[in-house]
């Protein structure tokens, strides 16, 4: 983003505390993705437990109603994207042509990828809607996690294979192409080397956005959400496991062990057996942290935390989550646009105008909640399920 400082952040950029946020925001993706696979493996095996013969395509209307609750408000803001700086009533400001003009032509060109949800892979230059690689990453895991869920229910035996084999997938993949690439472990990108939300950073592009790359998280969720579905159900007590118990001892040490040489990244050429060491561990640890978290969530009491993120306001506002992701980057560009100068950088006003972007962005996704997101939700749906009925002779 453009700023009458660019020293300044530049400088900030490269201070030490900068370089491990900026390392560590990876972290919130990977959650993100574990909680994915684990709400996918309760979903399904709470629907086995009541109804062990599953339907013909239950498969299918998973995939049906997930593309049905991504698609609606996703294109429309790609729509608004790809014409965004000739809308009726939109001026060009001091910075319109970088923040509008430029995604705009490249939304012409690329728009394709994201129509197909494939704008994460690392085969195409320049991103349409940048932060819409998530939404593509999610959903090929989306599919990843439901084959193997298929693979389960028809071959049970297979189960452990299945897991161990994608769990070494998940390892060797990243680990390849960082070798392959010359990579270090972590994102080491200064400011001035990172234009356009950055897409052009090979780490960005390489390791952090594809979905392969992310199939470690997901199957640490699958796990989870199996291990919950056993506890629950009082089938498993893990207090009795080996393995469980020295997860528990060892996972702490090993996540920070994982993150304090992050600066070496930045001051040394680390060999490259170090770096894919460090990856290993960076990139898995906290995978271990939360999943281990959850579980241990899952056997104690509900506390003050659990009653508070189930509650009607956090319920309500988690329903607000997607609209509010897919459109606050377009709402960034469009503040930008109209701003009379050069942006001023500062921690502060970084910070400030985060939060407001935040709350703004929860502010404009209540209307699109209720005029694009839940009525052609509630249409497509009540369309499927009238097509899934046998036709009347």
Partial sequence: MPVDNPEDLEQYSTEVATRYLTTMFAFPVQIFFTISGLLLMVNFLRDINRKPNLEAGYFRS???????????????????????????????GLLGY?????????????????????????????????????????????????LMLWAIWKFP?????????????????PAVILYRNGIESVMTTRHSQTPFLFMYDEWVREIYQPSYNNINS???????????????????????????????????????????PINLFFTHNVPQWGILLHSILHRNMIVVMVCLG?????????????????SRIMTTTGKLCYSSYVLHTLLIRYIVNYSPALLHFSAGDVTVLTLATVGLSYVVSVPVYLTIEQPISTVLKNWYSKSKKPKVA
């Fill in 157 to 173: 035996r297979a189960a452990k294979v299945l897991f161990w084999g994608l769990g070494v997938v998940s390892i060797v993949i």
């Fill in 98 to 146: 970088t923040v509008l003009v430029r995604e705009q032509q490249i939304c012409r060109s690329n728009w394709w990828t994201n129509v197909l949800m494939i704008n994460n892979l690392p085969f195409y230059e320049d991103q349409c809607f940048c932060h819409g690689w998530y939404l593509g990453a999610d959903l090929q895991l989306f599919l990843l996690g439901l």
């Fill in 62 to 92: 998973k995939i049906v109603n997930r593309l049905i609750r991504l698609l609606p408000v996703y294109y429309f803001f790609l729509l608004a994207a790809t014409v965004g700086a000739i809308l009726p009533g939109v001026e060009l």
């Fill in 294 to 310: 959850y579980i241990k969530c899952f056997q104690s009491p509900k506390g003050w935390a659990r009653r508070l993120l189930s």
């Fill in 218 to 260: 997901f199957i640490g969720g699958l796990i989870a959400g199996y291990l919950y579905h056993q506890i629950k159900h009082n089938k498993l007590n893990l207090n009795n496991s080996w393995l469980y118990n020295h997860m528990l001892k060892i996972a702490t040490p090993l996540f920070v062990l994982s993150i304090l």
